[in-house]
Structure formats: C-alpha cells, structure tokens
C-alpha cells in the first residue's frame, strides 16, 4: 500500500501576525519585500498583508528606476501608515501621493522636503483628513502657497514640528495667523523664509510658548528686538540657529548663550559697553 504523501511544511505555515510580522519582516527593507513579493503567489499574499497593517513607509531619497511602481504598489495595499517620509523624491506628483493619502486618513508625520512635482493641492487631504497631524516638513516646497497655509490653519492645531524653510511664497500676514494655533509647536525651521519679520517672531514669542528650536539662518530682516522678544516669551527654548542673519547682534544674543545653544559663535564687539562702565588706567 502506497504511504500517503505528507503535505510541505514552510515558513508561511507559522503565524504571520504573532511570528513573522514580529520577528522576522522587522529585519526585511521594502526592496527585500519588493524581491520577496515576486517569488510566489504565498509571497505575495504574505508581503500584501503586511504592508496593510505598516505603519511607517520611508522612501527618502529613493529615486532608483521603477520605484514610482512600488509606490503604486504601497497605494493599493497600506491603510494604516502614520509616518511619512518622502523627501527628495523626484518622481512624486500629486496624483501618487493624492491617492496614497486617501486610504491613510491617520498620519501623524509627513515629510515633503523638496519634493519639487507637486503642487498646493496634494495637501488638501493631509490638511483636512489628518486630525492629529504632529510633525510636517515642507523645505524647498516652492509650490506651498498662502492659501493652503491658511487651510492649515483652519484645520490644523497639533503640530509640534514645521518646516517651511526656503519657501519665498508665504507672506508675513498668513504667518501671524497662522502662528497663533500652535501653542504645542516644539520645533520650528523658518530658514530663508524672506517674509520672516520681527512682527513674526513677536507673534511666535507670544502663542508658541513650547518652542524648544528655532532655526531662523538667512532669514534677512529680522533684528535684536525680535530675539530679544522671543527669549522673553519661549522660556523653553533650547536651540537657536541665527547664522546669515546681518541684523542679529550680540546684544541680543549674549544673555541667551548661558541657558541656549546658539549656532554663531559670540562676536565681543557687538557688545556694547555698559553705560555705568568706568576704565581707571594707572601708570
């Protein structure tokens, strides 16, 4: 009599939830599961259904040929990412992303950074459907314009992280508005931003009392007394970036040194001598 046949034992016959996912995709990048993916009908089924329940998808940087039809891939099946990182992605427009941001309403880090293909409307669904958005990177986005920084305004109030660095578009009346929902702002990059004036720094002195880090690099017309208000309001702060600002002086910088890291070493004689300073010389 003929022995029955044994079914095949393989690795796809643990647990996914309880093994796989846990201990073994942890060691696997999206190429790996890209590669993997390809092997099998099993694999596919298996790399699927992970990439449903990722929470994290990170493609910094990755402008390798082909990836824009991974990313198809990761549109079709994640539903439940809360971090985003997309900077420097060439190839990204706005019907990627748009899509992409349909089937994940639960973002709470996205980041854009020059990311130059898109355009104002790829945030709509960012600005409205992202109630608890905390952290939102839009460096050398040149597309942001003034009206989709006033929608953020409108529906956004939980960001403890902006960055709009390099963004010439952005007046500075959008920006007083804009700055007084964010009392948990915690870290702020306003670098080269040319409508960043004192005005500003006053309003993120009064409604960010949070902020921790402040860059402010090649941001031109600022002067001592907006620092000098924003060391008066965030008594929190820890770090200041102020290099490439030619109206910023040690006058206002010198009382900050002791309690925050600034980027600019001291030059002394900004300083100015005390009024009731008396020099006795003795021969």
């Not at 643990?14 to 999206?30: A, H, R, T």
Request: glycine share 2%.
């Amino acid at each position: 009599m003929q022995k029955e046949s044994r079914a095949e034992i393989t690795l796809f016959h643990l647990s996914w939830e309880d093994i796989l996912f846990e201990n073994l995709v942890i060691y696997l990048s999206l190429k790996d599961l890209f590669n993997l993916r390809v092997c099998s009908s099993v694999c596919k089924q298996f790399v699927d259904e992970e990439f449903r329940q990722r929470g994290v998808v990170n493609l910094a940087g990755n402008n390798t040929k082909g990836i824009e039809l991974a990313f198809k891939v990761l549109v079709q099946t994640c539903s439940r990412v809360h971090t985003l990182n997309l900077a420097n992605c060439k190839w990204l427009n706005d019907e990627l992303l748009v899509n992409f941001l349909k089937n994940n309403e639960n973002l709470k880090y996205v980041n854009l950074n020059n990311c130059i293909d898109l355009s104002a409307a790829s945030l709509q669904s960012i600005i409205i459907q992202s109630k608890f958005l905390e952290v939102l990177k839009l460096s050398k986005c040149n597309w942001l314009t003034t009206g989709a920084v006033d929608a953020l305004t409108l529906h956004q109030s939980h960001l403890t992280e902006f960055d709009i660095s390099h963004c010439s578009v952005i007046g500075e009346r959008c920006l007083l508005i804009f700055f007084r929902k964010l009392s948990k702002l915690e870290t702020l990059s306003l670098a080269y931003c040319p409508n960043v004036t004192d005005n500003v720094l006053c309003q993120i002195s009064r409604f960010c009392k949070k902020l921790k880090h402040l860059n402010l690099i090649g941001c031109t017309t600022i002067t001592d007394f907006g620092i000098t208000k924003l060391s008066l309001g965030c008594s929190e702060l820890e770090a200041l970036m102020v290099r490439n600002c030619p109206n910023i002086t040690e006058q206002s910088l010198h009382s900050l040194r002791n309690r925050i890291h600034i980027d600019r070493p001291p030059i002394y004689h900004d300083v100015p001598f005390p009024r009731h300073f008396h020099l006795n010389l003795q021969v």
